[in-house]
């Protein structure tokens, strides 16, 4: 026991230094003010959390919560399809469906991102194609839409939803599908009570890392969406690095933290509660 404690240690110290104690730190600034050079001034307000509430902001973070959760179902969507088909592939296969799934890290995000600039702007791609085809006579407006921006999320984070699904799928115990066929069980009550609760924890898994990525990203939204679309983590990096205003970018971030946590929380419990409803299912 005092072995294991003592392995654990550098994590714990890793997380306080690299985690907590930031995280504290915009904690301890969301309830301060600020001069007129934008200086913090270690003064007991609620500001930030006030600023919060003006409609501006407001829209901008609900706009920001439904794009994240759309692209998070988006993701699931597309994802478990092909997961399923690369965990049930041969071996050989299943190497090079990772391989495909892993070849979008090989480039640098902002390449990529950019590239969608070529392929959705109205003298690119796409416009060229589906004119030259005689589809359209006119260029559409692609580029600089919350379209655009939705598509760049959801190419961008696919492979953070497929992975954990794979392994999810990988790991299963196949006995149990059967076990279901051999006592009559059709497909899909296989999928839906054996293969579907086994996976939970790879959407469990790649759902947080695929919301919280895109919640947290300004990138695309600045690249794809330009000034016609804004996130919460835009108006966050211009509080701090354009406006100097830290307590209102720290209460920002510390609303966005909660609500995640709150988002996710949810989530997790409606998992568990389908998994549970399948376990009395099968009983």
Request: glycine share 6%; net charge positive; charged share 10%.
């Amino acid at each position: 026991m005092r072995k294991s404690k003592l392995m654990l240690a550098p994590v714990l110290l890793w997380l306080s230094i690299f985690l907590l104690i930031p995280m504290l730190i915009v904690v301890v600034i969301s309830f301060t003010q600020r001069d007129t050079l934008g200086n913090v001034v270690f003064s007991f307000s609620l500001e930030g959390y006030k600023t919060f509430f003006d409609s501006l902001y407001l829209g901008i973070y609900w706009d920001t919560l439904v794009l994240s959760v759309l692209t998070t179902v988006i993701c699931l969507l597309v994802s478990y399809p092909l997961a399923y088909y690369i965990a049930n592939a041969p071996a050989k296969m299943q190497k090079w469906g990772l391989i495909l799934i892993t070849i979008p890290f090989w480039i640098n995000f902002l390449i990529r991102t950019y590239a969608w600039v070529l392929l959705l702007r109205t003298q690119g791609v796409v416009n060229t194609i589906l004119m030259h085809l005689g589809w359209i006579q006119d260029p559409i407006q692609m580029l600089y839409t919350k379209g655009a921006v939705l598509l760049g999320m959801v190419y961008n984070f696919i492979p953070f939803m497929v992975l954990p699904i794979y392994v999810a799928l990988e790991q299963m115990d196949k006995r149990l599908l059967d076990a279901a066929s051999d006592l009559g069980a059709s497909r899909w009550k296989a999928f839906r009570y054996i293969t579907l609760p086994q996976s939970k924890s790879g959407i469990m898994t790649g759902a947080v890392l695929v919301y919280v990525s895109t919640t947290g990203m300004f990138v695309v939204t600045d690249i794809l969406g330009g000034a016609k679309s804004m996130m919460i983590s835009n108006i966050i990096q211009s509080q701090y690095l354009g406006a100097r205003n830290w307590p209102f970018g720290s209460a920002l971030s510390v609303i966005f933290v909660i609500t995640s946590l709150i988002l996710i929380m949810l989530f997790n419990r409606a998992m568990q509660s389908k998994a549970d409803r399948a376990k009395e299912g099968r009983a």
